[in-house]
């Protein structure tokens, strides 16, 4: 599966991207200012958890996915709250048959208290799936061993956690993201743990190919320019990754010659 097309747009399972910059829905005071948010990202992939939505649709506005333009984004539902693979499967296959999309975040994390994924059970549930026909976007801690397991798997990307759900420390598995980024054959999607246009930034320049950010804009003291500072951020690492950086010196480096023409 490609990594990016000609015209360096994110390809991911025959779709096109023009924006690297993916975005959570969680945590917003209102869904007006996530709205806004969205809009100020420009993103064009949103994730929303299963369980904050009414796949009824019994009451109008009563859905996040009412103040979101489906036309104009992909709206990735995930399985947040899923403690297996069984019930993450299950919740895949009902957002399904109520009608929304076959691509699914998949995040299994049983623990409550640090919400780290489960190797086992998210390997499990993506053979599962990508058996049944969806588009899977596995959640995962930064293993490069699993990365390339679920991606053997049918897995449509892999998605480490550069630090711990919304601990905005950023950057932490760097070695490990490197790792998985220069073996995979699929796209990169660094998520969860990223808490400022800084750490976005580093993450792109390494050869991400794109970013999920949530917590570090949606607790923010002014989440839409948070969200348009981490657009800027995502496309200026891009820029320099695709630019080359020069590499690093253990010594000074004269920018121009030393000579000796005043003597």
């Known amino acids: 599966m490609e990594k990016t ?19 959570g829905t969680g945590k917003f ?22 369980r904050r939505i009414d796949l009824d649709k019994e009451k109008p506005n009563s859905n996040l996915t009412d103040f979101i333009d489906c036309q104009k984004i992909l709206l990735l539902p995930n399985t947040s709250g899923a403690a297996d693979a069984e019930q ?18 998949l995040e299994i ?17 993506t053979e599962i799936l990508v058996k049944d026909g969806f588009t899977v976007f596995p959640y995962i801690n930064a293993d490069p061993v699993l990365a390339k397991r679920l991606e053997e798997a ?12 919304g601990t905005n420390k950023g950057l932490q598995t760097k070695d490990m993201i490197e790792i998985i980024i220069e073996q995979a054959q699929i796209p990169v999607v660094v998520d969860a743990g990223l808490g400022a246009p800084s750490h976005a930034a580093a993450a792109m320049e390494m050869g ?21 500072a981490f657009a800027m951020a995502i496309r200026a690492g891009r820029m320099a990754f695709k630019a080359g950086l020069s590499s690093m010196s253990s010594q000074a480096q004269p920018t ?5 023409f005043l003597d």
């Open 88 to 105: 993450a499967v299950r919740l895949a296959q009902i957002s399904r048959s109520s009608g929304m999309s076959d691509w699914i975040k």
């Open 256 to 260: 121009s010659p030393l000579t000796a």
């Open 29 to 50: 005071s209102n869904p007006q200012l996530m709205a806004e948010a969205i809009k100020a990202s420009e993103s064009e992939m949103v994730t929303v958890a299963l």
């Open 5 to 23: 097309s000609t015209n360096d747009a994110l390809l991911i399972n025959g779709r096109k991207f023009s924006s690297r910059f993916m975005i």
């Open 208 to 228: 991400a190919d794109a970013c999920l950010i949530n917590t570090a804009i949606a607790t923010a003291s002014d989440p839409l320019k948070i969200a348009e």
């Open 154 to 165: 049918g897995a449509a990307t892999v998605m480490p956690l550069a630090a711990p759900i």
């Open 109 to 125: 994390h049983p623990d409550p208290n640090h919400l780290l994924p489960d190797p086992i059970e998210t390997l499990k549930a």
